[in-house]
Structures are given as structure tokens and as C-alpha cells.
């Protein structure tokens, strides 16, 4: 009878350890399902490196960093896990506070440290890219990025009590910092976490705050990535199916990005009123479809926006100008606040920089100007 209940109690044991082993390769499964369409890049050498990638030393870092790693999801994302979709989609991803030192070490070795002046006229260092880079460049030479926008979208969020700034795109984070500056609750939201990891570096030096968002703006249901142009400019990697790399001189990241609605935003913003920048590559007529109730639960004073003319679609453009003049808003060329008549759109050429200011504040216009 004992080794009657011996060989039982065995039985038992082995039974829940075999139940445990199936669990687990059903939970291997699933990740090294999810890990097929990264590219390995562990086991490419370096001479067989893509030759844009060899020529921007920018696009080479984290790529060979397994984003999907178990151990890593649980340490990027602030009150979730990475990549974890629900019913409703992937999650927003805020930052944690500090980010994996794993990633944060390897952004050190490869950033440098760039004097920039702010909108004030104060000495502020910013983490930029220690390779070619258009907007690390362009603060090495000129000690800023945009100053003239800069100031105009920054002074408007002045003229109105208790505001959230809203960076969307924000790359090493010029608008970011300088809002933070100014004391503005800020939000930063880019889907190329190097720029955040920088920025998330020069906010720690500077003693400053800021929310960051690490997300793609849509309505897919599936992973993105990013891909990059062979100039070194990596504010311009656009949205990308890994494996449509048939675009020549173009390289495809390997770091999934989770797709978010804008919509989304609305949880962490803590005022009722806001002002926008938004800068992220043809994808403002997306985030502008997406954006929900976002227009409506907020009063969102002023968009700045480039606006992309005869290089993004008709579709696009007809999106951004329906959207905006239904709800009261007036178009104005930046930095030089002057009006553009919206029937007119045609006539405004390529890559302009416009304002989209509500009704209400263009009371508040002329003290912009001087």
C-alpha cells in the first residue's frame, strides 16, 4: 500500500512538471513567433552590413537588441508590458523612469553632447547623435533647431494659463526641453526610442520633466518599423512593413514599434487646455483620423505642422484641411504669422510650415508679433 501511494504521489508530481514544460514551450512559442520577422542582425557580420547603414553609424545602434525578450518588455513601459496587445490594441508605452541602463549605457557611448542656445537665449546641452545627423548638425553649426518656430508655438503656449505641450515627433526633443524650460507639463511622443533615450538624458542633466511616449500614431493591428533614408537624418525614418525594403537606399529597422490611436493620449494630459507641435513624417492626417474625442474633451489652441503640399497625397491634404476647418480653426504660414486662406490651398506650395490656431485665441494674435 506505502508504494502504492509512493508510485501515485510520484505519477502526481511528474504529471505537474510535465504540464509545466508544456506551458512553458507554449509561452517560447509564442515569442519566438513573434521574433521571426526581426532580422538577426547578431549573426551578420560586419562587412555584410547594409551599405546605408554602414554609411550612418545612427541607424547601427540597439539594432541588434532583442526588443521582444521577455526579460525587457517588463522594463520598458511604465504600468504595462511591452507589446502585450489586448482586445483594444496595443498599449500606450510611457517610458519608465529610468529606462533599461542596458539601453541607456549603449545610447551614452554613442551620443554626444551638443551646446544649444533656447528661445531665451540660454546655454542649453542637449544629447544628440555623435554621427551625421541633419539635426544634430544643424545645432553643432547654428546652436539651435527651428528657433523662429520654436518661438512662436512656445509663445503661444505662454499666453494661455495651465496648458499641456504636446511634442508629437519630437526626435532629441529641441520643443520638449524648452517647454519643460518654461514649465510647461510636456509630452513627448516619438516611435524611434534612441531620440527618447537622449532626450530622457538631457531632461535627467538638466533637472527637467517630461512625459515620453514611445509608440507609432495609427490604426494598424500589427507590430511597426521603422525605416530609414540613405541620407543620415534619422528624424526622417517614416512607417514601415518590415520586408518592404524593396525601396532602394532605404534601410529597415529592427526594433517593433507598438501602433497607438491618438486618441489615447487624452489619459495622460492633465489640463484642459493644449498646444501642439507635430512633426512626424506625412503621418499628421492619421493622427488627426485617429485623434477620437481628443479635439472635443480638450481645448486645443494652436497645431503647428508642416505641410507637405504636392509631396503627400490629395487624400491627405483634403483629410488636414477638412479637419481643421470644420472645427474653427484658420491656417497661418510660420514664423512670419501670416494668414493663408484656406480655398486657396493649392497656392501655398511644398514644405511650409503652418499654424492652425482656433477661433478663440486669434484675439490673443497680435501679441505674438511683437
Known amino acids: 500500500m506505502t508504494a502504492q501511494r509512493t508510485l501515485g504521489g510520484m505519477s502526481t508530481i511528474c504529471l505537474w512538471f510535465a504540464l509545466a514544460a508544456l506551458l512553458t514551450y507554449v509561452a517560447y512559442t509564442a515569442v519566438s513567433r513573434e521574433r521571426s520577422n526581426i532580422v538577426k ?30 526579460f525587457l518588455r517588463h522594463q520598458l513601459c511604465r504600468g504595462t508590458e511591452a507589446y502585450k496587445r489586448s482586445k483594444n490594441g496595443f498599449p500606450i508605452c510611457e517610458l519608465k523612469t529610468p529606462p533599461p541602463e542596458k ?181 499628421e492626417a492619421t493622427f488627426l483620423e485617429s485623434s477620437g474625442s481628443l479635439f472635443n474633451e480638450f481645448k486645443i489652441w494652436a497645431v503647428q505642422m508642416e505641410w507637405q503640399g504636392s509631396l503627400s497625397t490629395e487624400q491627405d491634404r483634403m483629410k488636414i484641411l477638412d479637419f481643421f476647418t470644420k472645427r474653427g480653426y484658420t491656417a497661418w504660414k510660420s514664423p512670419n504669422v501670416q494668414r493663408l486662406v484656406s480655398s486657396q490651398w493649392k497656392t501655398w506650395g511644398d514644405m511650409i510650415d503652418i499654424l492652425w490656431l482656433h477661433s478663440d485665441f486669434q484675439l490673443k494674435l497680435l501679441a505674438l508679433k511683437k
Open 41 to 70: 542582425l547578431s549573426e551578420i557580420k560586419a562587412d555584410k552590413l547594409d551599405p546605408v547603414e554602414k554609411k550612418c553609424p545612427a541607424y547601427q545602434e540597439l539594432r541588434r537588441i532583442d526588443f521582444l525578450s521577455p
Open 103 to 283: 539601453l541607456l549605457g549603449i545610447v551614452r557611448q554613442k551620443s554626444e553632447i551638443i551646446p544649444m542656445v533656447n528661445i531665451r537665449g540660454a546655454k542649453t546641452p542637449i544629447r544628440g547623435y555623435n554621427g551625421e545627423d541633419l539635426i544634430s548638425d544643424a545645432i553643432r553649426k547654428n546652436k539651435a533647431w527651428e528657433p523662429e518656430l520654436a518661438r512662436i508655438i512656445l509663445k503661444i503656449a505662454q499666453q494661455i494659463p495651465r496648458v499641456t505641450f504636446l511634442d508629437i515627433g519630437s526626435n532629441i526633443g529641441v520643443y520638449t526641453v524648452q517647454a519643460a524650460q518654461l514649465g510647461l507639463p510636456t509630452l513627448a511622443l516619438d516611435a524611434n526610442i534612441r531620440n527618447l533615450l537622449r532626450l530622457h538624458l538631457t531632461l535627467q542633466a538638466l533637472s527637467l520633466k517630461a512625459t515620453l511616449i514611445w509608440n507609432f500614431i495609427g490604426n494598424n493591428q500589427q507590430l511597426q518599423y521603422l525605416k530609414f533614408p540613405k541620407e543620415s537624418n534619422v528624424g526622417a525614418g517614416r512607417k514601415s512593413l518590415m520586408n518592404d525594403g524593396s525601396e532602394e537606399n532605404w534601410l529597415n529597422d529592427t526594433i517593433p514599434i507598438m501602433p497607438i490611436r491618438s486618441e489615447k493620449l487624452s489619459r495622460l494630459i492633465k489640463t484642459k487646455d493644449v498646444v501642439m507641435k507635430m512633426d512626424i513624417e506625412k503621418g
